[in-house]
C-alpha cells in the first residue's frame, strides 16, 4: 500500500518560518519525482516544487529565495523549508509522488501564516 504523509503544517507570523516533511512508503521511492503543490483557498492547486530522482529542483518564481527543500532517499523523505512567510503562503500544501505512469498524493498539511 503506497502511503505519502505531509507533516509540519501549523500557524505562523508573517516573516515566520516552518518545515515541511514528506515521507513515502510502499513504492520504489528512488524511480520517482517528488513535488510540493499547494492550493490556497480558493484558489487552484498549483505546484511550487520538484525534485527528481537524479536530484534535479525546479522552483516557482513565487517561492524561489524563500523556500529550499532537498530529498533524502535514505529516508524516503523531501523537506520543505519555508522563510520569510507571507500571508498569501496561506494554502493546504500537498506532496506527490509521480512518474511517467502513476502518481500519488498526500492528504495535505495546512499552514495559515497570519498576525
Known amino acids: 500500500q503506497v502511503q505519502v504523509v505531509e507533516s509540519g503544517g501549523g500557524s505562523v507570523q508573517p516573516g515566520g518560518s516552518l518545515t515541511l516533511s514528506c515521507v513515502v512508503s510502499?513504492?520504489?521511492?528512488?524511480?520517482?519525482?517528488i513535488a510540493w503543490y499547494r492550493q490556497p483557498p480558493g484558489q487552484q492547486r498549483v505546484e511550487i516544487a520538484t525534485?527528481?530522482?537524479?536530484?534535479?529542483?525546479n522552483i516557482a518564481d513565487s517561492v524561489k529565495g524563500r523556500f529550499i527543500f532537498w530529498r533524502d532517499n535514505a529516508k524516503n523523505s523531501v523537506d520543505l523549508q519555508m522563510h520569510s512567510l507571507k500571508p498569501e503562503d496561506t494554502a493546504v500544501y500537498y506532496c506527490?509522488?509521480?512518474?511517467?505512469?502513476?502518481?500519488?498524493w498526500g492528504q495535505g498539511t495546512q499552514v495559515i501564516v497570519s498576525s
Open positions: 506527490q509522488a509521480r512518474n511517467w505512469r502513476e502518481s500519488y
Open positions: 525534485v527528481a530522482n537524479d536530484g534535479g529542483t
Open positions: 510502499g513504492i520504489a521511492f528512488n524511480n520517482y519525482i
